[in-house]
């Protein structure tokens, strides 16, 4: 019998900003040194060895002066894929544009603490309400807080049969 599963995989964008005052930038124009045209073109091409279901985004307010845009990878696994991280296609056909020391500075990242862990089993007894905590991590904190413009943080960047 084959399990219903996925796994989030999360690559974090860190962006310093020099002044605190976030109103004079735009978010394309923080991101101007990296290509998240070309993350999500990698994505696609490799969709098929990677099972990668879609893609998502969310900007989140470190400090005063950093803020992250996170990737967040939604995976579809076999419940007998037991590989690292480092050993998933995903992985590999990204880790080419990981740079931990640039401008932008791009790392794998784990999730918030407070969304468990990063696999989701379709049938254990609280998916429904770990979907919740995600959608209220990921849409709902648009309600109460917007970074750097009046646009929503959180968007969807690919998903899978979509044009």
Not at 68 to 86: A, G, N, Q
Not at 119 to 142: A, Q
Request: negative net charge; hydrophobic residues 40%.
């Amino acid at each position: 019998m084959q399990q219903s599963l996925f796994e989030l995989q999360s690559l974090v964008l860190k962006i310093d900003i020099n002044q605190p005052t976030l109103s004079e930038y735009s978010k394309d124009y923080l991101l101007f040194d990296h290509n998240l045209s070309e993350i999500i073109k990698i994505v696609k091409s490799t969709q098929e060895q990677s099972n990668v279901i879609a893609v998502f985004s969310k900007w989140e307010a470190v400090t005063a002066t950093r803020i992250h845009l996170r990737l967040i990878f939604m995976v579809k696994k076999e419940f007998s894929d037991t590989r690292p991280l480092e050993q998933l296609e995903l992985y590999v056909s990204l880790q080419h544009l990981i740079d931990p020391t640039g401008i932008i500075q791009t790392t794998w990242s784990n999730l918030p603490e407070f969304l468990g862990g990063p696999e989701y089993h379709c049938n254990e007894f609280n998916f429904g309400k770990r979907l919740e905590i995600l959608e209220s991590y990921l849409v709902s904190t648009d309600l109460y807080c917007r970074i750097v413009d009046e646009k929503p943080s959180f968007e969807v960047q690919f998903l899978q049969n979509s044009k």
